[in-house]
Nanobody
Framework: QVQLVESGGGLVQAGGSLRLSCAAS???????????MGWYRQAPGKQRELVAV???????NYAEPVKGRFTISRDNAKNTVYLQMNSLKPEDTAVYYC?????????WGQGTQVTVSS
């Protein structure tokens, strides 16, 4: 099993910034490396959607609404993924979930709330 613990959410005004962090832990990581890590979000009444993903080698992919504003990065030595969110908009308000793939299994964090006020 892998545990993912997110932090860094909160309330911010439009135009502001937040940085999310997600640390992965678990005995399975002693012998297995994390493949892709990513961030998803789910707004009230909407389906969960991909925000950004990063491979172990550092290749990234972003959803169109966040391109140019959000930056995903990771520290493989710490099994941690980050999401730097700049120029936040009210429509970015959602619960943000960390996701990781180890071997062929997906793991999810508990989610962290991001609220952007106008």
């Amino acid at each position: 099993q892998v545990q993912l613990v997110e932090s860094g959410g909160g309330l911010v005004q439009a135009g502001g910034s937040l940085r999310l962090s997600c640390a992965a832990s678990g005995s399975i990581l002693i012998e297995n490396k994390i493949n892709a890590m990513g961030w998803y979000r789910q707004a009230p009444g909407k389906q969960r959607e991909l925000v950004a993903v990063i491979t172990r080698g550092g290749s990234t992919n972003y959803a169109e609404p966040v391109k140019g504003r959000f930056t995903i990065s990771r520290d493989n030595a710490k099994n941690t993924v980050y999401l730097q969110m700049n120029s936040l908009k009210p429509e970015d308000t959602a619960v943000y979930y960390c996701n990781s793939i180890v071997v062929v299994t997906q793991y999810w964090g508990q989610g962290t709330q991001v609220t952007v006020s106008s």
